[in-house]
């Protein structure tokens, strides 16, 4: 069955919301079930979609050392 995110990149933020609504669903997947390998081609999708677009509505995130 096809899905709207197979495509190899998100075309706009309709799809990049519906992306992070199904990695929210997929947090807890095994990683080496097909729900893990899904969680992990929509973080990269979702992170590639946002280094092309920069949102400057979102505060920037500082990672603990």
């Known amino acids: 069955m096809s899905h709207i995110l197979d495509p190899k990149r998100l075309l706009n933020d309709d799809h990049y919301c519906a992306a992070l609504d199904e990695l929210e669903r ?3 997947a095994d990683p080496d079930t097909p729900q893990g390998r ?3 081609e929509l973080a990269a999708l979702i992170d590639d979609y946002e280094g092309a677009h920069p949102r400057a509505d979102l505060a920037p995130v500082s990672m603990p050392r």
Request: aromatic content about 16%; charged content about 35%; cysteine-free.
């Open 26 to 28: 997929l947090m807890a």
């Open 38 to 40: 899904r969680f992990d």
